[in-house]
């Protein structure tokens, strides 16, 4: 199969759909990343894709009208619907039985490392990024609350993705609404051996909005390795919008790669030595 194919039906599965009646393929993401889709999905099966864009509040939407490419991914996967058939909007498929669809992830992306990989990058770039929140408890102290989600409510497509994820040894925890990665541990893994794509950004929140979701990923991990404790940083902060401010500085010299700079300012701030080679 055409891993470009695999890579569209992660994108749909995620945030996209295929509609057999209209012949038309969509989806919508943040900017930069629907850019970098149209230009990657300008062939595929060697007959060209003329994408559409429109321009949303915070997004941007691709639509494509081609018969062929609606029919060979209704080929690769039966439906693209993930909510159930009973909710808005209610189209022919609801005879299909089953109030929740049961979208199929194509079988070679469970039998090949490879495809897995790529699989799980394409739908969580699109459909999950990183948790990152900071909060103080009573006692004064300040705590780091850290994971990586996956957003998917269609529990026969999310048990999917945690098979996949399992080929890695990567656990996560199942929730109505997707899956959470939340130990150090499965963070460090994803970052090295999936990850999200680079044109990826956090989309929501003042704090980190318009960094690279594999920076913030990062970042969390530098975190980790600031204390014994993994998620707690409480010697060195009083309040909320220092340990913020920090956090900032980190993450503009770990998306410049300034590798150096970042080990030096950490001395300087916490007169502490980590090494961070295994997180780049």
């Known amino acids: 199969m055409n891993v470009r194919i695999n890579h569209l039906i992660a994108v749909l599965l995620a ?20 850019q970098n889709f149209i230009q990657e999905f300008q062939e595929i099966n060697n007959f060209k894709i003329d994408w559409k864009v429109d321009l949303q509040k915070n997004s941007m939407r691709a639509r494509a009208y081609n018969k062929k490419l609606v029919t060979l991914l209704l080929e690769k996967v039966q439906t693209f619907r993930t909510r ?10 609801k005879n299909m039985g089953d109030i929740e669809p049961k979208p199929v992830i194509p079988r070679i992306c469970f ?3 490879r495809e897995a990989r790529e699989f799980i990058k394409y739908y969580a770039s699109c459909d999950g990024g990183p948790e990152f929140s900071i909060y103080k ?7 780091l609350h850290i994971g990586i989600k996956i957003g998917c409510k269609n529990s026969f497509l999310r048990r999917q993705i945690l098979k996949l994820l399992k080929k890695f040894e990567i656990e996560g925890q199942e929730r109505q609404d997707g899956i959470v990665i939340r130990s150090v541990e499965m ?19 003042k704090r980190f909005k318009g960094f690279s979701k594999n920076d913030v990923v990062k970042l969390m991990l530098m975190c980790s390795l600031l204390t014994k404790m993994g998620n707690w940083i409480n010697k060195n902060f009083t309040t909320l919008n ?11 010299l770990i998306n410049k790669r300034e590798k150096k700079k970042l080990l030096e300012f950490l001395k300087a701030k ?4 980590i090494e961070i080679d295994s997180i780049f």
């Open 15 to 34: 945030d996209g759909s295929v509609d057999k009646k209209r012949n038309t393929v969509s989806f919508t993401e943040d900017k930069d990343l629907v």
């Open 84 to 93: 159930p058939f009973n909710v808005h909007p209610i189209t022919s498929e």
């Open 111 to 113: 039998n090949n490392l």
């Open 137 to 143: 408890r009573k006692s004064g102290q300040i705590q």
């Open 187 to 205: 963070i460090a893994k994803f970052n090295k051996m999936i990850g999200f794509l680079e044109a990826s950004k956090v989309r929501r929140g």
């Open 242 to 252: 220092e340990l913020e401010n920090f956090l900032v500085a980190c993450l503009n």
């Open 270 to 273: 916490l007169n502490t030595e």
